[in-house]
């Protein structure tokens, strides 16, 4: 009868069901990255690179205004293990997300947020954010692991509040300088411990706050030494490409080339005062990021065709709007107490936002930086735990919201609805020109021509008539041709030799040339 019992039981059975939803849309979004993406752009570059220099000096080789080595590691290794196998890369993406997913379940658990905890990993995995984020493989190599460690971070300075042990602290302490390796947005990792730390507290901090908030407070001083030293050292003109003071170029020319007159005034301002503009620009873009983060979050709102208009709202932002102002409306009703999560909700994402709004690439791009949604996956974890930190304060004063079948089978079906919702938008988006993911559809057609050409070649060294690549291939002419390209998947290959065999036409397919004519038969 208890055997009976136990299998019947609802909430094993809802647990099965948000988990094997999880378990589908990890599949479904690493399949669709498989299926849509590939190598490009700044992939290729650091290939290349790699390809040109020992290890050592690679790994302390800046990539653009990053000095990551752990990201050149993780470029090292895909290539060695497999060269040019984009489904390896996609196997260490997905292990990271897997890793955060496992995380935050435990974060949840620590708490003891039971089902409540299911769901917000639930709607977490499902979230099309995800695949946004892991299209890019250059790109994802930041965030991925930034992320994944941050949310390790997070958990161990919670356990460390709740049982105490060195161990957790020493954890906490090494993934935030592993994260740095990463990507720099790991400075604020610190932030976010001492943040979900005292929102998610048992009891008042009192006078004990200070020795509470020391290992936050303490690598929040390491990462200051970090911001210091990686201005110094690695970025000696960073201020000077951030502020673009003594020169207007490639900046302020994106955002006024079409107004003559606002340029030659632009030209005109003093220093100070062209500070202060672009200062204002990115405070604009700050709020341009919180909108659109919103849109994302409440699947209204997608890049491409379904995106919401540069600096305003439409139809689907004002009920977005609206949406989130009646929750919070209910929830300080309800619960009077979650008005602080609500309100460190957009302060902590427009900190966490603010390296790159304030940065070069912010600054050059105005508010389109915050319409890519590969810069909103970084945050979702954020908005994940903001989630954990709000159901824990409504648990908190109302114990008895753990139970009631009815509202945690609708929480489920929410679930699945929401997913459905997100992988409409993906879909979506590979289908509206000029997104990030039509550029991915373009050059996934090219590599997958490519390989198939290569892998029917049986000869060695195989001769090549050297051609143009494709923009999709490298937008800004890092890799300019297949003489360029091809050596990082046929190390063997020739060019311009007299007696060229093979010719890559421009959609990557492999063309045989007749004998003596380099042209195609």
Partial sequence: MGLATGAADPRRLEGWAIWSLVALFVAYYAIYILRHCDFNNDDLDNFLLMRRMALWPFLLTPTDVHFVPGHRLLTWLVYHLAPMNFGVAVAVLMAFHVGTLVYLNRICRLLALERGGQVIVGLYAVSCLVAFGLIWWAHAQHRAPYVFLGMV????????????????????????????????????????????????????????????????????????????LYIRLNQPGLADQVIQIRSLKMAVLAQYINQPAELEKLRAMRPLLLRWHLFLLSCRTELEFLKQMLGAVTGLSSEGNRDLPLGGLGPRGWLALCLAGAFASFSVWK???????????????????APIAFSSRGTLLGFQTAHFERFLYEEWHIVALFAVAWWHCVLSTNPEFKNGRLAWSAALAGVAAYGVINAVNLHATGHSQWSMLWFMNQSHDYAHNLRAGLSSIDESRPSFVNSDVPKCMSLLQLVKDTRTLLPL?????????????????????????????????
Avoid at 164 to 187: P, Q
Avoid at 335 to 353: E, Y
């Fill in 153 to 228: 971070a997070v958990f161990h300075y919670l356990a460390w509040l709740r049982r105490g042990g060195r161990s957790h602290i020493a954890i906490a302490a090494i993934c935030t300088v592993l994260a740095m390796a990463f990507y720099e947005k790991a400075v604020l990792i610190p932030v976010h411990m001492l943040v979900f730390g005292w929102l998610t507290r048992e009891r008042p901090w009192g006078r004990d706050a200070l020795r509470l908030a020391a290992p936050p407070l303490a690598l929040l001083c390491v990462s200051a030494l970090y911001v210091v």
């Fill in 489 to 521: 998947y046929r190390p063997d290959a020739r060019f311009d030799a007299p007696d060229a065999a093979y010719r890559v036409a421009p959609d990557g397919r492999i063309v045989g040339l007749s004998a003596n004519t380099g042209r195609a038969p």
């Fill in 335 to 353: 619960f009077p107490r979650t008005w602080v999560v609500l309100l460190g909700l957009p302060l902590v994402l427009a900190l966490d936002f």
